[in-house]
């Protein structure tokens, strides 16, 4: 578990502001929403917004800039929710521990900068995407712990072989999704207790290895991004199918992933100067977690 449990989304972003927190948040403030952030020129707004609307698992879109160049106020895509339940007193320049700057659809730097305060213009809108972190909660109050929190580690995330519905400049893109591994017999379980949160990727796509094979993971151990995944126990999970098919053996689970926009851009090469959060480093809603709330459309 992280060494520190910050109380609240505001607390996370104060610490991430003030720079004393600058690593992953999975963990974190456990009661409240994380968000995926990616900032855009304006010109490429509506075609973002039409990306997430058509791809909903991958790119649930929870709130975006007021206006554009605000980065101290939203408005919320959630319905029934206000724009103050998701952020108050924000400023999304400095509110994630780590970001990722791109200048036409190509990483700056191999290094992550803390803020984004020089890049900022009066042209860019952020927008929030939700995080399956958001849900670990619910799994750990039901004795379903995800391993990557156990063991201090970052959720392993891949590409895959599933295609984005195109919208707009935003064409020729897969998903990314997030693993966990579960046992066999904890697979209804899991799939249960994340149905219910579609802002947040609900539950998991794909499951056990013929999964994996179906959405082009060829080997779990390597993922694109964060660290090779483990058991509860601490193992690293190796990719193979078990000898014996009854064994209540550990299986890969695969969920949306909210990396899905930064991955779109990148495959657009996209014009400007565009910015978005480190996989593992997420930004904080003040927005506690009530799956009636997240639900909509349901």
Known sequence: MPQEIYPSGISVREACREGT?????????PSHIQANLIVLPSRY???????????PVPCPLLAESSSPGSFSSVKSHIPNVSPESIAQDLDIRRDCPKYIVYQNSQPTSTSPSFDIIPEWSSDHIGFLIGCSFSFETALLASNLPPAHILHNRTVPMYRTNIPLCPAGVF????????????????????????????????????????GAERIGVKDIAEPDWGDPPVTVSGEIAA???PN?????SWIPMFWGCGVTPQEAVMRAELK?????????AL?????????????WGV
Not at 23 to 28: A, E, P, W
Not at 49 to 54: A, D, K, M, S, V
Not at 272 to 280: C, R
């Open 21 to 29: 927190y600058t690593t992953v948040t999975s963990g974190l403030a």
């Open 45 to 55: 707004a509506s075609d973002f917004r039409r990306l997430c609307l058509r791809n």
């Open 171 to 210: 064409t020729n893109s897969t998903y990314v999704v997030s693993m966990r591994m579960y046992r066999k017999s904890q697979l209804e379980a899991v799939r249960e207790i994340t149905k219910p949160y579609l802002a947040t990727h609900g539950e998991p796509i794909a499951w056990g290895w013929d």
């Open 239 to 241: 990719h193979q199918k």
């Open 244 to 248: 014996d098919p009854n064994k209540d």
């Open 272 to 280: 400007g100067t565009i910015m978005g959060h480190v996989s593992f």
């Open 283 to 295: 930004f904080f809603s003040i927005l506690r977690k009530f799956p009636d709330r997240l639900s």
